[in-house]
């Protein structure tokens, strides 16, 4: 675990608002010098803790309206191979923005942005080879996709 002090954890919440943010400008909000932001920011990329940046997109201007989430019952088999193969699947899928192998009854959860239920049927066909799947169309996002604001965390436990 890398320990973060203040001043990287406020460089971090305000990159993950605004990844384009200009040094000169991170420096005036956490109280540095431009150089000194710079250096910060580039000794967190070294560390792997910024692993790159991104544009966030709207998927529903893009013609992509419906989000998913695809839980998946690996049920023909239980060899790590499968599992294997059901992940190059995902992979390979490219309306899947986020997957993950989970505890519990299911060996996945994936979540995979769509044209319409006629996509989202074509989508599902690739997982019916590996067993059953429960899917759910999300009406809305009361708390979306969100950056982790690492200066409120609950139970922090911070070093100087």
Same mark, same amino acid.
């Given at each position: 675990?890398?320990?973060?002090?203040?001043?990287? $954890?406020?460089?971090?919440?305000?990159?993950?608002? *605004?990844?384009?943010?200009? +040094?000169?400008?991170?420096?005036?909000?956490? @109280?540095?010098?431009?150089?000194?932001?710079?250096?910060?920011?580039?000794?967190?990329?070294?560390? @792997?803790?910024?692993?790159?940046?991104?544009?966030?997109?709207? +998927?529903?201007?893009?013609?992509?309206?419906?989000?998913?989430?695809? /839980?998946?019952?690996?049920?023909? @088999?239980?060899?790590?191979?499968?599992?294997?193969?059901?992940?190059?699947?995902?992979?390979?899928?490219?309306?899947?923005?986020?997957? *993950? /192998?989970?505890? @519990?009854?299911?060996?996945?959860?994936?979540?995979? $942005?769509? /044209?319409?239920?006629?996509?989202?049927?074509?989508?599902?066909?690739?997982?019916?080879? +590996?067993?059953?799947?429960?899917? *759910?169309?999300?009406?809305?996002?009361?708390?979306? $996709? $969100?950056?982790?604001?690492?200066?409120?965390?609950?139970?922090?436990? /911070?070093?100087?």
């Amino acid at each position: 675990m890398i320990e973060l002090d203040d001043i990287n $954890r406020e460089i971090l919440d305000l990159l993950q608002q *605004n990844g384009r943010m200009s +040094y000169r400008e991170l420096g005036q909000r956490v @109280g540095l010098t431009a150089p000194a932001v710079t250096e910060r920011v580039h000794k967190l990329q070294e560390l @792997g803790v910024i692993k790159g940046f991104r544009a966030v997109l709207d +998927y529903e201007a893009l013609g992509f309206p419906i989000l998913c989430v695809i /839980r998946l019952n690996q049920t023909h @088999g239980s060899s790590s191979l499968d599992l294997e193969d059901i992940d190059q699947t995902i992979a390979d899928i490219p309306e899947i923005i986020e997957a *993950n /192998r989970v505890t @519990g009854s299911e060996s996945h959860v994936v979540r995979a $942005r769509v /044209r319409s239920t006629r996509h989202l049927e074509e989508l599902l066909q690739h997982f019916w080879p +590996y067993g059953d799947s429960v899917t *759910n169309i999300v009406t809305s996002s009361p708390v979306p $996709r $969100r950056p982790m604001h690492l200066g409120r965390t609950l139970g922090s436990e /911070r070093s100087a």
